[in-house]
């Protein structure tokens, strides 16, 4: 064989186990998750009979559909805010000289810390002003904390708007924010989706801030209920992989629906 | 340019930044409970706690070794998926999003998935076991295995991100430079290595500083998977920090006191690392 076709072979390979390994897990709750307790002892990757009774067990066990909706309400939230938040910045973090990447470098510090170290003092804060246990007060530290990300991805967009068009502006009498909203935002408004979709992703799949901050059902979101299962002693494998999918479902949706968007956003701004 | 457009950025930093690290300080040399924070000063009593606590003691150091290890396999893997992708050629497409869902999945649901995957009843591998002779193996039964098996799962989900950054390097690279190097004769391995390494080098090293701070913050696999053990095995410090504050004890003081020495602990792995890729930078140049 020649050494194309070897490399050929080679690659195919490589991404053939390397997507088998990627879908692997999750193929298997959904096979859990259509089993009943005795097919799923026996062991095995295929249900001999599928049922679909986990799938409404499961949102009896803990409350999901209240949990789910929790997650949609912290993550829409925290998204909106870390866009509101990650516009402006990111505008300084690109234009603003010197004091721009001063920002910058302080923004990137503060994400490389574990947020572990933040949690007690965020606790104590959330507590004084009444938003522990609350949905609100999972949006308003989910969607500060992911600040940086955002101005992270959207930093290399912004440096590609070119300065010209923005002059161009304001010589026809706008001024810095409206030129901010008529000129940059539209052209950087690809790399502002994929922001704000990793942001939800981010929020969305958040654990540490929400099982130390929602002791309550009320405001916890499905990471935290899904944790919960693990607490049960009798310990239902098809309703838990039915409650782990209820979590997936969303986001993979999501991913898929917007591939394109999330890899050039992720690929194009932090690749600099 | 106005000033006002700072304001947001000032506050955010203000409330996950400035705040927290002033509040854990005073926390870490005061007594505290959950419901009365800072009720008396405690001088150095709750490091010297923290420092005897056997739990916590060897966390910091199964936290680096945890983040080096997984920055290590997810950066190999990654590489090596990102090569074929581009040796394949092509657009990224299908293929691309479904190596890219790993990391798009709650670490919880990761954990759940992969606990049940190894479960050694009910699991999927259980048949294997049987035929290898070692029927009911669980991987999460040692500790060695336990933290193995949590470095894997972690670096299943945190592979994609160097798969795709290292891809979108990959394809920044001038054609010429290949074409260039083919027509004197080198062989795609020896194009690979000697051309195109040395260009994707420092994205490379970007995404491997990425990986470390991400695999610093591991918890939720944790919570879900193994809850720290057997024994103290998996108790990596961000576990630790959060089983002090919240779990059990409430020593609020005492974990004030651990999150300061993690947030050292990183800041020096990190600075090193940094250190080496401005090295690897410069000497390129």
């Given at each position: 064989m020649s050494a194309p076709v070897v490399r050929a072979f080679g690659s195919r390979a490589v991404l053939a186990v390397a997507a088998v390994l990627a879908l692997a897990p999750v193929l298997f709750l959904v096979s859990l998750s259509l089993r009943g307790v005795d097919d799923i002892s026996n062991g095995g990757w295929l249900p001999t009979r599928v049922r679909w009774d986990n799938w409404p067990a499961a949102f009896d066990t803990v409350p999901l559909a209240r949990m789910l909706a929790n997650s949609w309400l912290i993550a829409l939230g925290a998204t909106l805010l870390t866009v509101l938040v990650a516009v402006p910045t990111a505008y300084l973090t690109a234009r603003g000289g010197r004091r721009g990447q001063r920002l910058y470098s302080v923004l990137l510090a503060a994400y490389c810390a574990p947020p572990v170290i933040a949690v007690l003092p965020l606790y104590f804060l959330l507590k004084s002003v009444d938003l522990t246990n609350s949905v609100l007060g999972l949006a308003l530290v989910d969607g500060l904390a992911n600040v940086p990300v955002a101005v992270w991805l959207l930093d290399g967009f912004v440096r590609r708007v070119p300065r010209e068009l923005e002059e161009a502006g304001w010589v026809d009498g706008l001024s810095v924010v409206a030129g901010v909203r008529r000129v940059v935002l539209p052209l950087v408004l690809p790399g502002l989706v994929a922001a704000s979709l990793v942001c939800f992703f981010l929020a969305y799949n958040e654990f540490l801030f929400a099982v130390s901050f929602a002791?309550?059902?009320?405001?916890?979101?499905l990471t935290v209920g899904l944790s919960l299962f693990q607490g049960d002693r009798t310990v239902q494998f098809g309703q838990q992989a039915a409650a782990s999918l209820v979590a997936i479902v969303p986001v993979y949706l999501l991913a898929v629906a917007a591939q394109r968007l999330l890899i050039g956003g992720l690929s194009q701004g932090a690749v600099k | 340019m106005p000033l006002w457009l700072a304001v947001p950025a000032v506050v955010s930093l203000l409330v996950i930044a400035g705040y927290p690290t002033v509040v854990g300080i005073a926390l870490a040399f005061t007594n505290s409970s959950l419901a009365r924070p800072l009720r008396s000063f405690a001088g150095f009593d709750n490091f010297v706690a923290a420092a005897e606590s056997v739990a916590f003691a060897g966390s910091l150091l199964r936290s680096a070794v945890f983040a080096v290890l997984a920055t290590a396999l997810s950066v190999v893997a990654g590489v090596a998926a990102a090569v074929a992708l581009d040796a394949r050629g092509g657009r990224f497409g299908l293929l691309g999003t479904v190596l890219l869902l790993p990391m798009v999945t709650p670490p919880v649901s990761v954990g759940v998935a992969w606990k049940l995957l190894l479960a050694?009843?009910?699991?999927?591998f259980t048949g294997l076991w049987d035929a290898l002779g070692?029927?009911?193996?669980?991987?999460?039964?040692s500790g060695v295995g336990a933290f193995s098996t949590l470095l894997v799962m972690h670096a299943w989900q945190w592979t994609p991100l160097v798969t795709l950054l290292v891809y979108a390097a990959l394809l920044g690279v001038p054609a010429e430079l290949r074409e260039a190097a083919a027509l004197d004769g080198a062989g795609w391995l020896r194009t690979l290595r000697s051309v195109v390494g040395p260009q994707v080098a420092p994205s490379v090293l970007a995404v491997a500083v990425l990986e470390l701070v991400i695999a610093f913050k591991v918890f939720d696999l944790i919570v879900v998977v193994t809850s720290g053990g057997p024994g103290v095995s998996t108790t990596v410090a961000s576990f630790e920090v959060f089983r002090t504050a919240f779990?059990?004890?409430?020593?609020v003081g005492t974990a004030a006191a651990e999150t300061l020495l993690l947030g050292l602990v990183v800041g020096v792995v990190l600075a090193v690392a940094g250190l080496v890729t401005r090295r690897v930078r410069d000497a390129d140049r």
């Open positions: 002791q309550s059902p009320s405001a916890q979101p | 050694p009843v009910g699991g999927a070692i029927a009911g193996f669980n991987p999460l039964g779990r059990g004890s409430f020593e």
